[in-house]
């Protein structure tokens, strides 16, 4: 059965700790739902009431555009090794673009040895309620590793080359949805 919080507790700190893989739900309005995975790399615990992620470069920028428009985040954790468990984190997304003044000391503060190849965004989700589930029919999987490819397409790139992809493909969402991006 689910059990509801108002907080992440220490149980679900040490559960997200294990784990290498979350999915990060959001939508607004009538828009689409995207749910994207991610790998918590770049997964932060903020307190007990907000979490974040370092979103790097991708195809689109959905949350961003959700997070404009006033819509709505999950961030789902699910066991795959061990005893079942889903977690889920509900709450309000919040974008801080590349550049500003909230991602530099998000970045300065979590990431001493520098910026990651390829970082666009820090997502900070303001919790208003955490949940678990029993994940029963989760099946079991193995970590094998993280995957190279997009910091290489990343470093590849460059800087100029990230910009120039960024403004063609990450300036709005696929329901036309502006995402912020420019903007600060």
Not at 42 to 57: I, K, M, N, Q, R
């Amino acid at each position: 059965m689910a059990k509801q919080f108002d907080r992440i507790e220490p149980a679900h700190r040490e559960m997200m700790a294990r784990q290498a893989i979350f999915f990060m739900g959001s939508s607004a309005g009538d828009s689409r739902v995207n749910i994207p995975p991610r790998s918590t790399a770049h997964f932060h615990v903020l307190g007990d009431l907000a979490v974040a992620y370092l979103d790097l470069t991708g195809s689109g920028s959905e949350t961003a555009a959700h997070a404009r428009a006033g819509g709505r985040a999950t961030i789902m954790f699910c066991t795959f090794e061990g005893p079942p468990q889903i977690l889920r984190l509900y709450g309000r997304p919040r974008i801080a673009f590349r550049g500003s003044p909230d991602y530099r000391a998000f970045v300065a503060e979590r990431y001493p040895q520098g910026e990651p190849a390829g970082a666009r965004q820090v997502v900070t989700i303001d919790l208003d309620l955490v949940q678990t589930s029993c994940g029963y029919a989760v099946p079991l999987f193995e970590h094998v590793g993280e995957r190279p490819v997009l910091d290489r397409w990343a470093e590849a790139k460059g800087e100029e080359g990230l910009e120039a992809y960024r403004r063609e493909k990450n300036m709005e969402s696929i329901d036309g949805l502006p995402t912020g991006l420019g903007e600060a």
